[in-house]
């Protein structure tokens, strides 16, 4: 091959103006379409993180809903036990080993509610909350202050912060 062949053949394999333009082009086009699926990669990871999220604080919520059905559900068994220990005649010894049946199945109970976060609210001589409580009656009292509860009727329960169940109370009205 001569030089002139040799010329000939780098002219061809060279590309014309308007070869290079459409080159040009084509890599322009190239590096759109990247940054675009860079970018919907970006936005779809964002999304699933999202997903992720939403799923968690919904599972979350669902099984707070179910703890408060199943407490709000716990709550009358709970009275029936109290109830029970407090009609219980304490001096009749044939009944000794019931009632320290009922008051180990209570204490169980409500030390299993304590684990949960299931709260009581039963003190009296406080200050009446209308958050906590629900005044039942309002009586005269010249030991207490007033606005004070005087008996507990009631008691009352919170799971993790929030009121299942106020307490219902009598609330002294004071001088």
Do not use: W
Not at 4 to 32: C, G
Not at 34 to 57: F, W
């Amino acid at each position: 091959m001569n030089a002139k062949d040799l010329k000939e053949e780098v002219s061809k394999a060279k590309p014309t103006t308007n070869e290079e333009e459409k080159i040009r082009k084509l890599e322009e086009e190239l590096n759109n379409i990247k940054a675009q699926e860079k970018d919907n990669m970006l936005r779809i990871k964002a999304e699933l993180e999202n997903v992720r999220k939403r799923t968690k604080k919904d599972i979350e919520k669902a099984h707070k809903l179910a703890l408060e059905a199943f407490t709000a559900d716990l709550l009358p068994a709970l009275d029936n036990l109290e109830r029970a220990l407090a009609t219980i005649d304490r001096s009749n010894q044939e009944l000794k080993a019931t009632m320290e049946g009922i008051e180990l199945t209570l204490k169980a109970l409500l030390d299993i509610t304590q684990r949960f976060g299931i709260n009581v609210i039963d003190e009296a001589n406080v200050a009446f909350n209308p958050n906590i409580h629900q005044a039942m009656c309002v009586l005269d009292s010249a030991e207490s202050m007033s606005n004070k509860v005087i008996t507990v009727l009631q008691k009352g329960y919170t799971l993790n912060g929030k009121l299942i169940r106020p307490a219902m109370v009598t609330v002294s009205k004071g001088k």
